[in-house]
């Protein structure tokens, strides 16, 4: 397995996207700490999918928009691992109001939650990667961050700096041979979507121009970021891959 004992932390991993990631490197022998904000039943049910391949799971409870909670969770991980092999930057969140309704508190949440935390974490997650000669960074974009998409300026803002920090920590962080990649995906079936004013205009409209044929799954996206994990994705450096269906494509 290609995955067989190492740590991989998963922010925002009970449920959508993060929870397919969390499973998918499990199911290939990942050891798997499930970070949550607000749901912990759902996380403790991706606690227990894990365990039940025979993995260990470590739930912590913390919100990634907030410095003193990303250390603390750290500080646990060390404490129950004492190393890193995988950090999966997933945890999001944001405000969906036009431009001229965005506020200060909206923007400062989004920004600190979806982007700032990448930062925060990957400095976190250095010395334990460092420690045993490198590891894996993969953080979950959208095509947001190069898209304008109705009121989405706050979040596809927070994406745009997401794609930006990959680049960067890429370069900085090659000399500990840790390899930092993002996925960006096009409109994934999760429960995320029915946060959208025009959910179902943008699952209809992304049918009819996905030549795929559907739209994207959480298992599609967690089986990109698991080939970003492995050696032989070790030549690809501060790159975001589109998990789409093709739906970009068309003009």
Same mark, same amino acid.
């Given at each position: 397995? =290609? ?24 199911? *290939?022998?990942?050891?798997? #700490? ?10 403790? !049910? ?21 410095? !003193? ?6 500080? *646990? #991980?060390? !404490? ?16 969906? =109001? ?5 506020? $200060? =508190? ?33 953080? /979950? ?9 109705? *009121? ?9 700096? /997401? ?41 209809? *409209? ?11 799954? $959480? ?23 589109? #998990? ?8």
């Amino acid at each position: 397995m =290609r995955f067989q004992n190492k740590i991989a932390l998963i922010t925002g991993s009970g449920r959508g996207i993060g929870r397919a990631i969390a499973l998918q490197l499990a199911s *290939e022998g990942a050891d798997v #700490v499930v970070n949550f904000f607000r749901n912990r039943g759902s996380a403790e !049910e991706t606690a227990q999918q894990i365990r039940d391949m025979g993995r260990r799971a470590l739930v912590i409870k913390a919100n990634v928009g907030e410095t !003193e909670q990303i250390d603390k969770m750290f500080a *646990e #991980v060390k !404490e129950a691992f004492g190393a890193l092999d995988i950090l999966i930057c997933n945890a999001a969140s944001g405000f969906i =109001r036009p431009a001229l309704q965005q506020d $200060a =508190r909206g923007w400062d949440w989004t920004m600190n939650i979806n982007a700032r935390s990448v930062l925060l974490c990957a400095q976190q997650a250095h010395p334990l990667m460092k420690v045993q000669g490198g590891g894996y960074i993969v953080s /979950i974009s959208s095509l947001g961050a190069s898209r304008v998409m109705p *009121e989405y300026i706050a979040i596809g803002a927070s994406k745009a700096a /997401i794609e930006a920090l990959t680049r960067y920590l890429a370069l900085e962080l090659a000399p500990d041979n840790i390899v930092v990649n993002a996925v960006s995906g096009g409109i994934v079936e999760t429960g995320a979507l029915k946060h959208f004013p025009r959910r179902d205009l943008m699952v209809s *409209e992304g049918l009819a121009r996905t030549p795929a044929g559907r739209l994207v799954t $959480a298992e599609d996206m967690a089986k990109v970021v698991a080939f970003l994990c492995t050696s032989d994705a070790q030549m690809i450096r501060g790159q975001t891959l589109i #998990v789409d269906g093709g739906f970009t494509l068309p003009t």
